[in-house]
Structures are given as structure tokens and as C-alpha cells.
């Protein structure tokens, strides 16, 4: 990866510092100056953070305690503190937003006496800190303090988490509804995961983490108040393996600690995202920048592109001349598919094999004559494995894969990130990659930065998407357009788009085999230019999509990585417009709720000279029926605008061709 870094000291002083009340206050600004991060010594570690002159996070605790007693807050002498101003270009190998992101910030690192540094960086676009440690020895860390303090009136959008039966508090797939409250409504008994929203006077706040490795997720609670605190999973202690067809491990017994981690190593970052409005929240790429760079060499053999998926759909083809199932005809009938739209690969879901032994294959399938026919199409397959399933046997697993062509696989079902279930992501997407294999994770949170880390883990699902329309009315156009400003900030997510049964709100019903979707065709449509994904996955009806060859060849040309990202429009929970570039070519994506919205959407983002604008929108009648669209075609330049109508729950795409 070519990185063109300039790193030079903002303040050259170097503060070797005696007396804990010599300096006991400190600040680092965004180098816009517009963002400052306060930070007082005086009586506990403490920060805050003021935007364009006004106070927007009041004073919160930072900390960590130590299983030996030992607490960064018990000794704030500070040994050192030093400011650096670092402007960068990263290159992103798989750019779900953009090829090149500017990397630029101020960090101030404050070295304590005692074995303990935090770490801040202040951007244009908001904060992060982290914690460090220098011990010689490991550590095993009781307890983190993180603390993130709101104004008064402040309101939040976020999933709080329903319990499971039979397994604790912890245990989660992150695939929860965001719910809109007054933050003041959360108690302490309210658990969420993040990102979550909260919205003050004129300012969008966004909370996460970023760089998790070998240690716990931060989850947050409600506090009857205006600010929310992070908890954290205890280390398992033990185990047991559930009786279900899908099964994983849940922990029966948790540590009084939550990671054993090595003496000299820096916590994940608490991430900060700042904007004043929420059309600037999409775009942020503070995850990714934070994370730590690539540990791969070779990157040459990660391949994005568009795949196809059975599951949602059970299989339910029509007008085809064999029994359809989990059978070698079905799948060359998706190769089929794929290869005529566009798609790059196919994927084999639950049922190809004994989800309990990846080598005891589904009877009805023969691998070799499908890997071959695959080969010949020019056509990748791609496989589901359960994870409890794909750990045990993984080395044999990935040898096999590698002889059937495979460079893709899922890996489902392991719903924790306490420090050990965290560690199961690296291992496995290390292994993958030796094997030259891309990597997605379902059951799963979402990426925080491991999308940096390891390339190859090209995306992951922490997300209700489009699964859930085939028992469950959650997945509406509202929750729709609140995915961009929430889940989507912490990296890619597999949703799953591309519905061709399409209801209205009183219309929907939740059937099995015959799943539909709430909101219009081109709300599906406009998805898989909204959302961040690289590898996106059609789970629509290729049956269906054969009978509507123009609106599938618009859909399988959208390409899933991009050169540039621009939010044009958005609120969230409301609506959102996004337009992006690839080579010459725009491509825009609109979405709504169940609101009707029309806009008149610029053009003078395009360089000069002619573009071809080929436009599907909502039809005439898509508010009775919402699989009714119009497919249109117009010359267009930078000097005119699109008039865009979207339905209730609609949407709309515009794919402009350089000329």
C-alpha cells in the first residue's frame, strides 16, 4: 500500500513534567480548530469536548483497573505529553467508500509515571482516545472506565438489546431495531452495542470503537441521565455447546476480569463521530483510519463483487424444468443467473452439508461437477459454514475449499465479543487468509476496524436485514434509512437487498417461501448503492429476475467498490441520497420512509461533457403497488438537475455514463 505520510511536531515541546499540578490541564483541537478535546488531571483523568465554541460532551471519567489493584486514576502524575499533527493518504485496498481517505489529525499521547498512557486524536470530523499500557508482564484488566456525557434534551437513536432465554446479558446476534428516545429514558438496566446516535441542539454525535483485537466489545448503558457508560463482557470461564442444528458455545461461567492481555499494548479507540447535520455521518471514515493497517502483503487475490443467495428465498424457482432444492441443478441454475446479470459469485447456504461436519456433504450435491461447471462460466462459489463447525475443522476445511475454487466463505452463528470470542476473528480470518480466501461473518459484530486490519474479512452482517421480512415485519423503511447513520458508521454490512416481492406497510405479511418486502423495488434497488458493502449479496428470486432482463442488468452492473462517496441528502430514520463514482461513471441511490419525498438533486459535482443517465424510479402506481417502476434514459450534464419523485417506502437509482 502506497502511503504518502507527513508527520511533523505541532508543539515541539516535549513537557517532562515533576508536579502532577503543573500541568493538570490539556487540550488537543482538530486542525481546523473548529473541534477541541479537553482533558484535566487535577482530581481524576476527565475529558470533554467542545465544538465550534460550545460544549457538547461535558465532563466524563476515563479509567482502568487492574486485577492487582493498580488504577491509572490512583497516580496522574504525568511523565510526558507530547502533540503531533499527522496528514496522510491511506490507499484502501477494498474501498467500500473511497479509494484514497485523507488521514488527517492532531494526537496528543499523555505518559503518566505510573505504567499508563492515553492517547487522543482530534480531527475535522471528530475524537478518538485510547488507552495504553507498559508493564513488562501481562495484566489482567478487572475493569474500564468509559464514560461518554450529553447535554440536557438530548435524544438517541439506538438498539437496545432484548435478553435471550437461557443465556446472559451478553450474548447477542447485533441484530436489534433502532428505537428513537430521549436519552434521559435509558436506565441503567437499558444494554445497547454500537454505533448508537445521539442528536443534540445542531449537532449528530455518533459513539463506537475502533482497532478491537484481543479484547472485549464495548457495549453501553443508560443512566436515567444525559450520558451513557460502557460495559463490557467478562472472560468466559466456561462453556457449553447448545443442542440446536445450528450450535455454538454460550458462557456458563464469566471471570471477575475482563481480558488477560499482554503488559505493553494500547485498548481499542472509543470513537467520537461529529457532525452538523446528518448527511455527513455516512461519509465518515474515522473506523477505518483508526484501525490498524493491513497485516497482509498480498492483497492482489481479494476480488469484491456481487453474489447470489438461496436461503432467504428457500429455494422457491419457478418456470424451470427440474425439482428445485439444495441439488447440483439448482446451483448450476444460479451460476446460470449470475453469469447472465453480472454477478461474480454464487453462494451455497445452509443445507450443502451436515452443519456439523463440513466433509458430510448434502447427497444431492455433487461438488466436482459443480466446482467444474462453475469454472467454465467463469463463475466463483461461495460457501455457508457454522462456526463452531468450520473452528474445529478449519485447517481440512480451507484445503478443500481451495480445491473446489472457493475464495469466498460465511461463517454464522457466534453471536459473543468477550475477549476470547474476538480472538475466534482473527484466527479465522488469518487462516483465511493464507488460503487466499475471502471472509465474511454473520452471528457477528460489526467490523470497528477489522476490515483494515484484514482485508479479507470483506464484510459482516450485525445487522436486522433482509433475512428477517420472511417471519418478522422489522425490517421497514424506516429502519431502512436509519442504517446508514448508525450500524453502516462501524464498516461494511452484508444486508442481504434486492426483494422482488414488494409491499406496502398493510400489504406485508411475513411468509415463509414467499418472502416480500415492505417499501417499493427501487428502495431495494437504491440499497446497494447506499450501503457500504463490497460484497453485496442479491437475495431476491432469480426466477423472478429472469422475467425482468432490463431491471437485473441495471442492478447487476451497480459495482460494489468505489473511487468516491458523496452525501448528497440525509436524515436519519427519514431519508438519504448517495451518490458515488467509479472510474468515469456516477451512480446515485435514494431512499425514503414511509414518507412521500421529492428532490431536485444537482448535477454540478459531475466534471464537464455529456453523461448518459439511465434512471429507474418508483411508478406512477407504487404507492398500491410497490413493485411498479419506470426504467428511462436521458442525456444529461454538470449544468442541470434530476427531478426525483420517491413513493412512500421508495426509492430510486441513477447510473450516469460518461459519454
Same mark, same amino acid.
Given at each position: 500500500m502506497a502511503i504518502l505520510k507527513q508527520l511533523f511536531a505541532l508543539a515541539c515541546c516535549l513537557l517532562f513534567i515533576c508536579d502532577t499540578h503543573a500541568a493538570d490541564s490539556l487540550f488537543v483541537s482538530s486542525p481546523d480548530k473548529t473541534i477541541r478535546v479537553n482533558i484535566s488531571t487535577a482530581k481524576a483523568l476527565q475529558y470533554s469536548v467542545v465544538m465550534d465554541g460550545r460544549t457538547i460532551m461535558p465532563t466524563s471519567a476515563i479509567d482502568l483497573e487492574l486485577m492487582d489493584g493498580q488504577k491509572l486514576s490512583n497516580r496522574l502524575a504525568i511523565q510526558s505529553a507530547k502533540t503531533v499533527y499527522v496528514n496522510e493518504n491511506i490507499v484502501n485496498p477494498v474501498p467500500e467508500k473511497s479509494k484514497n481517505i485523507r488521514d488527517e489529525y492532531n494526537q496528543l499521547t499523555i505518559q503518566f509515571k505510573a505504567p499508563f498512557s492515553v492517547i487522543i486524536r482530534v480531527y475535522n470530523d471528530g475524537a478518538a482516545y485510547r488507552i495504553a499500557t507498559r508493564f513488562n508482564d501481562s495484566v489482567f484488566i478487572k475493569q474500564e472506565t468509559t464514560g461518554f456525557a450529553f447535554t440536557k434534551g438530548s435524544s438517541i437513536i439506538a438498539p437496545i438489546m432484548q435478553p435471550r432465554e437461557q443465556e446472559d446479558k451478553y450474548h447477542s446476534s447485533f441484530e436489534e431495531l433502532y428505537q428513537q428516545t430521549m436519552l434521559d429514558s435509558l436506565q441503567q438496566n437499558h444494554m445497547m452495542y454500537s454505533p448508537v446516535l445521539v442528536q443534540e441542539d445542531g449537532v449528530s454525535i455518533a459513539i463506537t470503537e475502533s482497532d478491537l483485537l484481543d479484547y472485549p466489545g464495548m457495549f453501553l448503558n443508560g443512566s436515567g441521565g444525559f450520558n451513557l457508560t460502557g460495559s463490557f463482557a467478562p472472560y468466559p470461564l466456561e462453556e457449553k455447546i447448545t443442542n440446536a442444528d445450528y450450535a455454538e458455545k454460550i458462557v456458563t461461567k464469566r471471570a471477575d476480569y475482563l481480558a488477560h492481555i499482554k503488559g505493553n499494548r494500547s485498548l481499542p479507540w472509543r470513537v467520537i463521530m461529529l457532525a452538523r447535520k446528518d448527511s455527513e455521518l455516512p461519509g465518515n471514515n474515522l473506523v477505518y483510519k483508526l484501525a490498524?493497517?493491513?497485516?497482509?502483503?498480498?492483497?492482489?487475490?481479494?476480488?469484491?463483487?456481487?453474489?447470489?443467495?438461496?436461503?432467504?428465498?428457500?429455494?422457491?424457482?419457478?418456470?424451470?424444468?427440474?425439482?428445485?432444492?439444495?441439488?447440483?441443478?439448482?446451483?448450476?441454475?444460479?451460476?446460470?443467473?449470475?453469469?447472465?446479470?453480472?454477478?461474480?459469485?454464487?453462494?451455497?447456504?445452509?443445507?450443502?452439508?451436515?452443519?456439523?461436519?463440513?466433509?458430510?456433504?448434502?447427497?444431492?450435491?455433487?461438488?466436482?461437477?459443480?466446482? #467444474?461447471? #462453475?469454472?467454465?462460466?467463469?463463475?466463483?462459489?461461495?460457501?455457508?459454514?457454522?462456526?463452531?463447525?468450520?473452528?474445529?475443522?478449519?485447517?481440512?476445511?480451507?484445503?478443500?475449499?481451495?480445491?473446489?475454487?472457493?475464495?469466498?466463505?460465511?461463517? +454464522?452463528?457466534?453471536?459473543?465479543?468477550?475477549?476470547?470470542?474476538?480472538?475466534?476473528? !482473527?484466527?479465522?480470518?488469518?487462516?483465511?487468509?493464507?488460503?487466499?480466501?475471502?471472509?465474511?461473518?454473520?452471528?457477528?459484530?460489526?467490523?470497528?476496524?477489522?476490515?483494515?486490519?484484514?482485508?479479507?474479512?470483506?464484510?459482516?452482517? #450485525?445487522?436486522?436485514?433482509?433475512?428477517?421480512?420472511?417471519?418478522?415485519?422489522?425490517?421497514?423503511?424506516?429502519?431502512?434509512?436509519?442504517?446508514?447513520?448508525?450500524?453502516?458508521?462501524?464498516?461494511?454490512?452484508?444486508?442481504?437487498?434486492?426483494?422482488?416481492?414488494?409491499?406496502?406497510?398493510?400489504?406485508?405479511?411475513?411468509?415463509?417461501?414467499?418472502?416480500?418486502?415492505?417499501?417499493?423495488?427501487c428502495h431495494q434497488l437504491a440499497m446497494f448503492v447506499v450501503y457500504d458493502n463490497p460484497l453485496p449479496i442479491f437475495s431476491g428470486n432469480p426466477s423472478q429476475g429472469y422475467m425482468e432482463p432490463a431491471f437485473m442488468q441495471l442492478l447487476g452492473a451497480i459495482p460494489s467498490v468505489w473511487?468516491?462517496?458523496?452525501?448528497?441528502?440525509?436524515?436519519?430514520?427519514?431519508?438519504?441520497?448517495? #451518490?458515488?463514482?467509479?472510474?468515469?461513471?456516477?451512480?446515485?441511490?435514494?431512499?425514503?420512509?414511509?414518507?412521500?419525498?421529492?428532490?431536485?438533486?444537482?448535477?454540478?459535482?459531475?466534471?464537464?461533457?455529456?453523461? !448518459?443517465?439511465?434512471?429507474?424510479? +418508483?411508478?406512477?402506481?407504487?404507492?398500491?403497488?410497490?413493485?411498479?417502476?419506470?426504467?428511462?434514459?436521458?442525456?444529461?450534464?454538470?449544468?442541470?438537475?434530476?427531478?426525483?419523485?420517491?413513493?412512500?417506502?421508495?426509492?430510486?437509482?441513477?447510473?450516469?455514463?460518461?459519454q
Open positions: 490498524t493497517p493491513s497485516a497482509l502483503q498480498d492483497m492482489s487475490w481479494i476480488q469484491p463483487g456481487k453474489c447470489t443467495d438461496e436461503w432467504i428465498i428457500d429455494i422457491n424457482l419457478f418456470n424451470v424444468p427440474f425439482k428445485t432444492g439444495i441439488n447440483t441443478a439448482t446451483y448450476k441454475y444460479y451460476i446460470d443467473f449470475a453469469k447472465r446479470f453480472g454477478f461474480s459469485r454464487i453462494m451455497m447456504d445452509a443445507g450443502w452439508s451436515d452443519p456439523k461436519d463440513l466433509f458430510k456433504i448434502n447427497p444431492d450435491i455433487n461438488m466436482d461437477t459443480l466446482s #467444474a461447471y #462453475a469454472k467454465a462460466q467463469g463463475i466463483k462459489i461461495s460457501m455457508w459454514t457454522l462456526a463452531l463447525t468450520l473452528d474445529r475443522q478449519l485447517d481440512s476445511a480451507l484445503d478443500r475449499f481451495n480445491k473446489w475454487g472457493v475464495d469466498f466463505i460465511m461463517t +454464522d452463528f457466534i453471536d459473543r465479543d468477550d475477549q476470547q470470542a474476538v480472538a475466534f476473528f !482473527e484466527r479465522i480470518a488469518a487462516a483465511c487468509a493464507q488460503h487466499k480466501m475471502m471472509i465474511m461473518f454473520h452471528g457477528c459484530y460489526a467490523p470497528k476496524g477489522f476490515n483494515r486490519t484484514y482485508p479479507n474479512n470483506i464484510t459482516r452482517e #450485525a445487522v436486522l436485514g433482509s433475512e428477517y421480512n420472511a417471519w418478522s415485519d422489522k425490517p421497514n423503511p424506516e429502519h431502512d434509512v436509519t442504517l446508514p447513520f448508525t450500524r453502516m458508521l462501524a464498516g461494511p454490512m452484508d444486508y442481504e437487498p434486492g426483494i422482488l416481492d414488494n409491499a406496502t406497510k398493510s400489504q406485508f405479511k411475513p411468509i415463509w417461501s414467499k418472502v416480500m418486502s415492505q417499501g417499493t423495488r473511487d468516491t462517496t458523496v452525501v448528497l441528502e440525509g436524515k436519519a430514520a427519514d431519508y438519504i441520497i448517495t #451518490a458515488r463514482k467509479k472510474g468515469d461513471d456516477w451512480y446515485i441511490g435514494g431512499m425514503t420512509d414511509w414518507t412521500p419525498r421529492t428532490f431536485d438533486i444537482l448535477l454540478d459535482y459531475l466534471p464537464p461533457g455529456n453523461f !448518459e443517465a439511465t434512471i429507474c424510479t +418508483d411508478g406512477v402506481n407504487a404507492e398500491r403497488y410497490p413493485a411498479d417502476y419506470n426504467i428511462s434514459s436521458k442525456k444529461v450534464n454538470n449544468t442541470q438537475s434530476l427531478h426525483i419523485n420517491m413513493a412512500a417506502g421508495g426509492g430510486y437509482f441513477i447510473q450516469l455514463k460518461k
